[in-house]
Protein backbone atom coordinates (compact mmCIF):
# COMPACT_ATOMS: atom_id res chain seq x y z
CA UNK A 1 0.00 0.00 0.00
CA UNK A 2 1.43 3.30 -0.96
CA UNK A 3 1.93 5.65 2.02
CA UNK A 4 0.60 9.61 2.04
CA UNK A 5 2.56 12.38 3.19
CA UNK A 6 0.27 14.46 5.35
CA UNK A 7 -0.64 17.71 4.04
CA UNK A 8 0.05 19.30 7.50
CA UNK A 9 3.75 18.61 7.06
CA UNK A 10 3.61 19.92 3.78
CA UNK A 11 2.38 23.58 4.87
CA UNK A 12 5.35 23.51 7.38
CA UNK A 13 8.14 22.55 5.35
CA UNK A 14 7.03 25.95 2.80
CA UNK A 15 6.63 27.93 5.69
CA UNK A 16 9.98 27.30 7.16
CA UNK A 17 11.68 27.93 3.27
CA UNK A 18 10.01 30.88 3.75
CA UNK A 19 11.49 31.95 7.00
CA UNK A 20 15.14 31.02 5.96
CA UNK A 21 14.80 33.04 2.65
CA UNK A 22 13.18 36.17 4.49
CA UNK A 23 15.93 36.18 6.86
CA UNK A 24 18.79 35.62 4.29
CA UNK A 25 17.00 39.17 2.35
CA UNK A 26 17.47 40.82 5.50
CA UNK A 27 20.27 43.38 6.30
CA UNK A 28 23.20 41.76 8.19
CA UNK A 29 23.87 45.25 10.36
CA UNK A 30 20.14 45.17 11.06
CA UNK A 31 20.49 46.77 14.49
CA UNK A 32 18.21 48.91 17.04
CA UNK A 33 18.65 52.74 15.63
CA UNK A 34 18.65 55.72 17.78
CA UNK A 35 15.23 56.91 16.20
CA UNK A 36 12.66 55.00 13.75
CA UNK A 37 13.34 54.59 10.33
CA UNK A 38 10.97 53.10 7.14
CA UNK A 39 13.17 49.92 7.22
CA UNK A 40 12.97 47.42 9.61
CA UNK A 41 14.56 48.25 12.95
CA UNK A 42 13.79 48.00 16.63
CA UNK A 43 12.20 50.73 18.68
CA UNK A 44 13.92 53.91 18.56
CA UNK A 45 16.27 54.30 21.86
CA UNK A 46 17.23 57.70 22.16
CA UNK A 47 17.34 58.90 25.33
CA UNK A 48 14.53 62.47 26.00
CA UNK A 49 15.72 65.59 25.41
CA UNK A 50 17.63 67.30 28.10
CA UNK A 51 15.95 70.68 29.38
CA UNK A 52 17.85 73.00 31.00
CA UNK A 53 16.35 74.69 33.77
CA UNK A 54 17.33 78.52 34.05
CA UNK A 55 16.84 81.20 36.87
CA UNK A 56 15.41 84.58 36.24
CA UNK A 57 18.66 86.28 36.63
CA UNK A 58 20.45 83.72 33.98
CA UNK A 59 17.18 84.28 31.84
CA UNK A 60 17.16 88.51 31.64
CA UNK A 61 20.26 89.10 33.28
CA UNK A 62 21.21 90.95 36.97
CA UNK A 63 20.72 93.91 35.64
CA UNK A 64 17.72 93.84 33.58
CA UNK A 65 15.51 95.03 36.58
CA UNK A 66 13.15 91.75 36.04
CA UNK A 67 11.23 91.05 39.32
CA UNK A 68 9.40 88.51 38.42
CA UNK A 69 6.25 90.91 39.06
CA UNK A 70 4.80 90.16 36.04
CA UNK A 71 2.30 88.09 33.87
CA UNK A 72 0.19 85.62 35.79
CA UNK A 73 2.51 86.27 39.25
CA UNK A 74 0.63 89.59 38.94
CA UNK A 75 -2.59 89.15 40.70
CA UNK A 76 -4.03 91.56 39.15
CA UNK A 77 -3.24 90.09 35.60
CA UNK A 78 -4.09 87.07 37.09
CA UNK A 79 -7.68 88.15 37.38
CA UNK A 80 -7.80 89.18 33.95
CA UNK A 81 -10.11 87.36 31.33
CA UNK A 82 -8.55 85.61 28.42
CA UNK A 83 -6.18 88.15 25.97
CA UNK A 84 -7.35 90.51 28.42
CA UNK A 85 -5.17 94.17 28.41
CA UNK A 86 -2.67 94.09 31.13
CA UNK A 87 -2.39 96.92 33.04
CA UNK A 88 0.80 98.98 33.02
CA UNK A 89 3.91 97.64 34.46
CA UNK A 90 6.66 99.22 36.01
CA UNK A 91 9.97 100.12 33.88
CA UNK A 92 13.95 99.16 34.87
CA UNK A 93 14.82 102.57 34.91
CA UNK A 94 12.86 106.25 35.51
CA UNK A 95 13.40 109.59 33.91
CA UNK A 96 10.28 110.95 34.87
CA UNK A 97 9.81 113.15 38.29
CA UNK A 98 9.60 111.88 41.94
CA UNK A 99 5.47 112.30 41.30
CA UNK A 100 5.22 109.89 38.43
CA UNK A 101 6.64 106.39 37.29
CA UNK A 102 7.83 105.10 34.17
CA UNK A 103 5.62 102.33 32.81
CA UNK A 104 5.35 100.13 29.83
CA UNK A 105 2.17 99.08 28.36
CA UNK A 106 1.88 95.74 26.43
CA UNK A 107 0.51 96.40 23.38
CA UNK A 108 -1.45 93.78 21.26
CA UNK A 109 1.46 92.55 18.88
CA UNK A 110 3.82 92.05 22.64
CA UNK A 111 5.56 95.33 21.66
CA UNK A 112 6.27 97.84 24.85
CA UNK A 113 4.59 101.81 24.84
CA UNK A 114 5.89 103.43 27.46
CA UNK A 115 4.20 106.23 29.79
CA UNK A 116 4.39 108.18 32.94
CA UNK A 117 2.08 107.37 35.31
CA UNK A 118 0.77 109.90 37.70
CA UNK A 119 -0.68 107.44 40.17
CA UNK A 120 -3.81 108.53 42.68
CA UNK A 121 -2.51 110.19 45.83
CA UNK A 122 -3.46 108.06 48.92
CA UNK A 123 -5.29 111.28 50.17
CA UNK A 124 -7.14 111.58 47.62
CA UNK A 125 -9.00 108.22 47.22
CA UNK A 126 -12.54 108.88 48.93
CA UNK A 127 -13.26 106.12 51.49
CA UNK A 128 -16.84 104.90 49.80
CA UNK A 129 -15.54 103.78 46.62
CA UNK A 130 -11.80 103.53 46.57
CA UNK A 131 -11.31 105.35 43.40
CA UNK A 132 -10.41 108.42 40.86
CA UNK A 133 -11.16 108.96 37.73
CA UNK A 134 -8.44 108.72 35.37
CA UNK A 135 -6.81 111.30 32.41
CA UNK A 136 -4.90 110.10 29.44
CA UNK A 137 -2.47 112.69 27.98
CA UNK A 138 -1.75 112.12 24.56
CA UNK A 139 0.44 114.36 22.46
CA UNK A 140 3.44 113.16 19.75
CA UNK A 141 5.73 114.82 22.89
CA UNK A 142 5.09 113.17 26.18
CA UNK A 143 7.46 116.08 27.37
CA UNK A 144 5.11 119.27 26.55
CA UNK A 145 2.88 118.75 29.29
CA UNK A 146 4.56 120.54 31.95
CA UNK A 147 3.02 120.43 35.80
CA UNK A 148 -0.46 120.09 34.51
CA UNK A 149 -0.04 115.80 34.58
CA UNK A 150 1.20 116.30 38.46
CA UNK A 151 -1.82 119.13 38.72
CA UNK A 152 -3.91 116.63 37.83
CA UNK A 153 -2.79 114.30 40.55
CA UNK A 154 -3.08 117.00 43.16
CA UNK A 155 -6.71 117.67 41.76
CA UNK A 156 -7.33 113.94 42.78
CA UNK A 157 -7.41 112.27 39.75
CA UNK A 158 -4.91 109.66 38.12
CA UNK A 159 -2.89 110.54 35.23
CA UNK A 160 -1.55 108.56 32.20
CA UNK A 161 1.30 110.15 29.92
CA UNK A 162 2.23 108.92 26.69
CA UNK A 163 3.41 109.57 23.05
CA UNK A 164 1.02 109.12 20.30
CA UNK A 165 0.74 105.81 18.94
CA UNK A 166 1.16 105.03 15.26
CA UNK A 167 -2.69 103.57 15.57
CA UNK A 168 -6.37 103.97 17.27
CA UNK A 169 -6.03 100.13 17.83
CA UNK A 170 -3.01 100.85 20.17
CA UNK A 171 -4.44 104.00 21.55
CA UNK A 172 -7.36 101.61 22.72
CA UNK A 173 -4.75 99.37 23.98
CA UNK A 174 -3.30 101.48 26.02
CA UNK A 175 -6.70 103.15 27.15
CA UNK A 176 -7.54 99.99 28.08
CA UNK A 177 -4.63 99.40 30.32
CA UNK A 178 -5.03 102.22 32.11
CA UNK A 179 -8.20 101.59 33.33
CA UNK A 180 -7.05 98.63 35.06
CA UNK A 181 -4.52 100.71 37.47
CA UNK A 182 -5.23 100.02 40.90
CA UNK A 183 -7.60 102.94 42.18
CA UNK A 184 -8.45 104.26 38.44
CA UNK A 185 -12.18 104.41 38.07
CA UNK A 186 -12.69 102.27 34.89
CA UNK A 187 -15.63 103.73 34.57
CA UNK A 188 -14.67 107.75 34.40
CA UNK A 189 -11.88 108.06 32.29
CA UNK A 190 -10.74 111.05 29.80
CA UNK A 191 -8.98 112.13 27.07
CA UNK A 192 -6.33 115.14 26.21
CA UNK A 193 -4.99 115.38 23.15
CA UNK A 194 -3.41 118.22 21.32
CA UNK A 195 -2.68 118.63 17.39
CA UNK A 196 -1.42 116.49 15.22
CA UNK A 197 -2.02 113.50 17.91
CA UNK A 198 -5.90 114.23 18.05
CA UNK A 199 -6.97 112.30 14.70
CA UNK A 200 -6.04 109.13 16.66
CA UNK A 201 -7.15 110.29 19.90
CA UNK A 202 -10.85 110.58 18.41
CA UNK A 203 -10.48 107.45 16.32
CA UNK A 204 -9.85 105.37 19.67
CA UNK A 205 -12.67 107.25 21.72
CA UNK A 206 -14.92 105.72 18.58
CA UNK A 207 -13.94 102.65 18.82
CA UNK A 208 -13.78 102.45 22.65
CA UNK A 209 -16.21 102.62 25.20
CA UNK A 210 -13.93 103.89 27.99
CA UNK A 211 -13.88 107.51 26.72
CA UNK A 212 -15.79 109.73 29.08
CA UNK A 213 -14.77 112.94 28.51
CA UNK A 214 -12.53 114.96 25.97
CA UNK A 215 -10.28 117.55 26.53
CA UNK A 216 -8.89 118.85 22.53
CA UNK A 217 -6.06 121.42 22.03
CA UNK A 218 -5.76 123.10 18.92
CA UNK A 219 -7.80 120.92 16.85
CA UNK A 220 -8.24 121.53 12.46
CA UNK A 221 -10.81 121.06 10.18
CA UNK A 222 -9.81 117.50 9.23
CA UNK A 223 -10.95 116.31 12.09
CA UNK A 224 -14.45 118.04 12.56
CA UNK A 225 -16.86 115.02 11.19
CA UNK A 226 -14.61 112.72 13.93
CA UNK A 227 -15.79 115.09 16.66
CA UNK A 228 -19.09 115.53 15.93
CA UNK A 229 -19.93 111.96 15.56
CA UNK A 230 -18.65 112.16 19.47
CA UNK A 231 -21.78 114.38 20.16
CA UNK A 232 -22.36 112.90 23.31
CA UNK A 233 -19.33 112.90 25.45
CA UNK A 234 -18.81 116.15 27.05
CA UNK A 235 -15.67 117.74 25.17
CA UNK A 236 -13.71 120.88 26.19
CA UNK A 237 -12.03 122.67 23.09
CA UNK A 238 -9.35 125.55 23.43
CA UNK A 239 -7.54 127.67 20.95
CA UNK A 240 -5.84 130.62 20.70
CA UNK A 241 -6.86 133.60 18.74
CA UNK A 242 -3.93 134.34 16.98
CA UNK A 243 -3.91 130.66 15.73
CA UNK A 244 -5.54 130.99 12.06
CA UNK A 245 -6.07 127.20 11.41
CA UNK A 246 -7.38 125.90 14.58
CA UNK A 247 -9.63 128.97 16.05
CA UNK A 248 -12.15 129.12 13.34
CA UNK A 249 -12.62 125.38 13.82
CA UNK A 250 -12.85 125.51 17.55
CA UNK A 251 -15.54 128.13 17.59
CA UNK A 252 -17.41 126.27 14.89
CA UNK A 253 -18.02 124.06 17.46
CA UNK A 254 -19.72 125.60 19.43
CA UNK A 255 -22.90 126.03 17.52
CA UNK A 256 -22.57 122.39 15.61
CA UNK A 257 -21.48 120.08 17.72
CA UNK A 258 -23.62 119.19 21.56
CA UNK A 259 -21.43 119.59 25.23
CA UNK A 260 -18.74 121.60 23.54
CA UNK A 261 -17.06 124.21 26.58
CA UNK A 262 -14.76 126.61 24.41
CA UNK A 263 -11.92 128.57 25.98
CA UNK A 264 -9.93 131.17 24.21
CA UNK A 265 -6.54 132.04 24.71
CA UNK A 266 -3.86 134.79 23.44
CA UNK A 267 -0.96 132.62 22.41
CA UNK A 268 0.08 128.83 21.85
CA UNK A 269 -0.68 125.98 19.36
CA UNK A 270 -1.20 122.63 21.14
CA UNK A 271 0.27 121.89 24.42
CA UNK A 272 1.92 125.60 23.87
CA UNK A 273 -1.28 126.32 24.99
CA UNK A 274 -0.56 125.50 28.40
CA UNK A 275 1.76 128.43 28.78
CA UNK A 276 -1.03 131.02 28.92
CA UNK A 277 -2.11 132.08 32.80
CA UNK A 278 -4.57 129.98 34.06
CA UNK A 279 -5.09 127.66 31.16
CA UNK A 280 -3.47 124.25 32.95
CA UNK A 281 -6.16 125.42 36.04
CA UNK A 282 -8.95 125.65 33.58
CA UNK A 283 -8.70 122.38 32.38
CA UNK A 284 -8.45 120.94 35.77
CA UNK A 285 -11.13 122.15 37.17
CA UNK A 286 -13.50 121.54 34.17
CA UNK A 287 -11.98 117.75 34.55
CA UNK A 288 -12.78 117.23 37.78
CA UNK A 289 -16.20 118.86 37.84
CA UNK A 290 -17.07 116.83 34.84
CA UNK A 291 -16.01 113.17 36.03
CA UNK A 292 -17.00 113.58 39.52
CA UNK A 293 -20.26 115.02 38.12
CA UNK A 294 -21.12 111.85 36.01
Do not use: H
Not at 23 to 36: E, I, L, R, S, W
Not at 79 to 90: K, Q
Not at 139 to 148: E, K, S, Y
Request: hydrophobic share 40%; net charge negative; proline share 7%.
Amino acid sequence: MQRQTPLFCTVCSILAILSLILVGCTAADNVPTPYATRTLSAPGIAPSPTIDLQTSEELYGEESGYTGAVGQSDLTAASLPSRGVLPPAAAATSESSDSAATVNITLSDGSLWQGDLYAPLPGSIPETTGLVPGVLLVATDRIGWGLLPAQLQLGGLAALVIDAPNNSTDLVTVLSSFSEVNNVDPGLLAVITADTSIPVSLAACQASELCDALVLLSPMEREATQFEELNSLPKWVAAANTDGASYPVALSYITSVANVTFSEYNTGQGTGLLSNDGASEDIVTWLTETLKNQ
